[in-house]
């Protein structure tokens, strides 16, 4: 009997001012990402424009890993049977169909609702975290000095707290 162990996530939801705002965020979290201080599952950066036009844009990091899962799966089945290319162009397409099906981030009803409530030249930052896995006082520092706000989250009460006491101040 198989079975499968999956890390609970926590959503964090932060609004900004400035379009750019919440971008840059996740650009300071996506480095803690890269040096495995904080596993990020999913974000989506949402920015309302002066004409009230909001602008969705889709974390990809994903992505990539199961398209190049998918050409390395494919390079072997090709060298194995015979055509490399056409299989990593195979697999590099199954990839991505995997990944799409796969889709276990943030819900796209609510993201969309928060996003269509934010005040014309903001932003705001969704974003999917595996729980367990972020340096707080790390992940805390990278956003203090854009001065969000909480939106929503899962995160229990005393993370919250921390979590608007810190951006705050």
Known sequence: QWSVHTMPNNLVVLAFDGIDTAAQALQSLEALHEEDKLVL?????????????????QWRSKTGKYVKGGAGVGLIAGLLLGGPIVGIVGGAAIG?????????GLDDDMVREIS??????????FLLVEAGSADVDQAIHAVRDLHGRVVKTSLNEEQEKTLRTALEE
């Open 41 to 57: 599952k999913d974000a989506v950066v949402a920015s309302m424009s002066e004409n009230t036009v909001a602008q969705l844009t």
């Open 116 to 125: 269509e409530g934010l005040k014309p030249g903001s932003s705001a930052l």
């Open 96 to 104: 991505a169909m995997v990944r799409h099906l796969k889709d276990f």
